[in-house]
């Protein structure tokens, strides 16, 4: 059994721990109890796309009635949503890194409270591809900054510290293997970058402010790509490096909304969107149903 | 009349402009009638918060009728809620800078399309102080980042752009008497620290990794206290820095939840929590009634 590491020698000091974001607390909540069996965590950014997701996996695992209800854990806040059902926990972030970093720290805590073991955390998320046919979906091997190098930059007292943004190498080929046996979609495996922003710090023409040409971002995006980068998005560097710290095993499953070599607005109809967006959850839903032995 | 000043000379060749994250699109929605008349924008980490603004802004403008709901103009997404009444536009950001930068990029072009001038924008937020009484209310002199430099490091095509942080001098000195003359809570000008991270980022000791010991930290937080800073949060550079850019007079008014001096968890009443993320409310919705001259 393998169990959380938690890389903070004051937390044992602590005779309560409040998650604010989460508005759970050890003082007010049994965490054992409530989240001790949890095996697999799934992350994205969208609390509604969250929500879907517990339906999904509920009926996938056979665990749940259609239409049935889940209630949202963090009910007392709207910072994330939480959904629970057996060893599934699906959890919002938001957008960036800063708040699904905010989400990371609770959640490991979480976890830790509960005394959970042999976690496996996968974000499911949507991104802009390079050079894919959109809808394709992105398994990452690394994640890698705006220069294109596997790390993370924190400032932690006003000290720059790097980190390292590897993932699960074996459990990236598991899912590769999962969505060739599913075969109803595009997917590759590849480097995907972390930025800061989603129109400049991405290289967009058609953001409030651009001070470049087309050439300009369109080499940048060729170089990106000749790197190994096949798709852009905005949480996975910090995901990597706090899942590596806390001994946790990790993937990033995104799908492409579109190919950023083609232009940059997401203009494709709602309903194609929306399928979209259900692919990394059906390639994680098969992977979770395959763990169990239930394929 | 002071108009939004687009720094993007490629939006003008753009037939249609889709604000994804807001899922409202030039093509789609009539900009000049939805929003041509909006004078003040109100924005926000959190959608109820924003929500419960609108419907206090409204009832001490006389615009509204107490228990009246204000449709969600972004319904058809759930990464931001957005609210109007006659002249105020209220509108949530999510947590960090990439959030409330992408927030920030399709409003100020939703600002452009819609013909709007002589905008004030003002964020009214929580922060953790220092060397305050929680429950205190600070007015950003200027946004430092945690080296306490008045500047914003992006990252644009791969290459360090730094940015100032400088805000409105004028509005923050009509916000503080406004303050004075409301009377009812302690408000400060100072400097607010902008971070990329709650816990590390701002030296909490209770996140789930934690490197440095509490001498550290409390020496970081006195060496910020020294510098000026009085409050920390995690999007007045970003704010400042587009709203800069865009030649729009800005503003960011926060409470402190808890002095950082004297620990790092949020373990107020709920009850304590909800009146002082009142407070920002209260002076800003003064401030606007004194503007319209109806106070």
Chains 1, 2 share one sequence.
Do not use: W
């Amino acid at each position: 059994e393998k169990f959380i590491h938690l890389c903070n020698p004051h937390l044992e000091k602590m005779k309560e721990d409040i998650l604010y974001h989460f508005a759970l607390g050890t003082g007010t909540h049994d965490f054992p109890t409530l989240f001790g069996d949890v095996k697999f965590v799934c992350v994205g950014g969208s609390p509604s796309r969250m929500k879907a997701f517990i339906a999904y996996i509920a009926e996938e695992l056979g665990l749940g009635s259609p239409g049935c209800d889940y209630p949202n854990i963090c009910a007392g806040t709207d910072r994330y949503a939480m959904y629970k059902v057996g060893p599934v926990l699906s959890v919002s972030h938001g957008m960036g890194i800063p708040s699904i970093s905010i989400m990371l720290h609770e959640l490991i805590k979480l976890l830790y409270h509960a005394k959970c073991s042999d976690i496996t955390i996968i974000r499911i998320g949507t991104s802009g591809g390079i050079g894919l046919e959109p809808g394709s979906v992105v398994i990452t091997r690394q994640s890698v900054d705006a220069t294109f190098k596997p790390q993370l930059e924190q400032v932690v007292l006003g000290k720059t510290v790097i980190r390292s943004t590897n993932l699960d190498e074996q459990l990236a080929k598991e899912l590769m293997q999962c969505s060739k046996e599913i075969g109803q979609f595009n997917t590759v495996i590849g480097n995907t970058m972390c930025t800061l922003d989603f129109y400049e710090g991405q290289g967009r023409l058609d953001g409030a402010i651009c001070l470049y040409n087309e050439e300009e971002k369109l080499q940048y995006l060729k170089n990106a790509y000749d790197s190994g980068v096949r798709n852009i998005e905005m949480e996975s560097s910090v995901f990597a490096a706090m899942c590596n710290l806390s001994g946790v095993k990790a993937a990033v499953v995104c799908v492409t909304l579109l190919n950023r070599l083609e232009g940059d607005q997401i203009s494709s109809s709602h309903d194609v969107l929306v399928e979209y967006q259900q692919r990394p959850q059906k390639l994680v839903g098969y992977f979770i149903k395959k763990s169990l032995g239930k394929v």
